[in-house]
Nanobody, 121 residues
Framework: QVQLVESGGGLVQPGGSLRLSCAAS????????MGWYRQAPGQQRELVAD???????NYADSAKDRFTISRDNAKNTVYLQMNSLKPEDTAVYYC???????????????WGQGTQVTVSS
């Protein structure tokens, strides 16, 4: 089993910044992809950004130029630096990890419990 623990959410004014962190723990062979999704009330969960263990990144259009995803493979931790936050960024942000338990096997998806980000004046 893999546990994902998120931190860093909170209330911020429009134009402000927040940094989310997510640390993975447990017994596994590797984590291929780590990322962040978000879900606003009444909306479907959507990808914000993800990053492979090789450092390749993928961003939603809404996150490009404002958010930066990074990863510390030694600590099994992924970060999301969010700048120029807008009210429409308000959502619960969920950490995601695609884990392998041995080489050349399928990946298993794990989710964190979510952290609330509220952008409001």
């Amino acid at each position: 089993q893999v546990q994902l623990v998120e931190s860093g959410g909170g209330l911020v004014q429009p134009g402000g910044s927040l940094r989310l962190s997510c640390a993975a723990s447990g017994t596994f062979f590797s984590i291929h992809v780590m990322g962040w999704y978000r879900q606003a009330p009444g909306q479907q969960r959507e990808l914000v950004a993800d990053i492979s263990n090789g450092g390749s990144t993928n961003y939603a259009d809404s996150a490009k130029d404002r958010f930066t995803i990074s990863r510390d493979n030694a600590k099994n931790t992924v970060y999301l630096q969010m700048n120029s936050l807008k009210p429409e960024d308000t959502a619960v942000y969920y950490c995601y990890a695609a884990v392998r338990y041995s080489v050349n096997t399928r990946q298993y998806a794990y989710w964190g419990q979510g952290t609330q980000v509220t952008v409001s004046s």
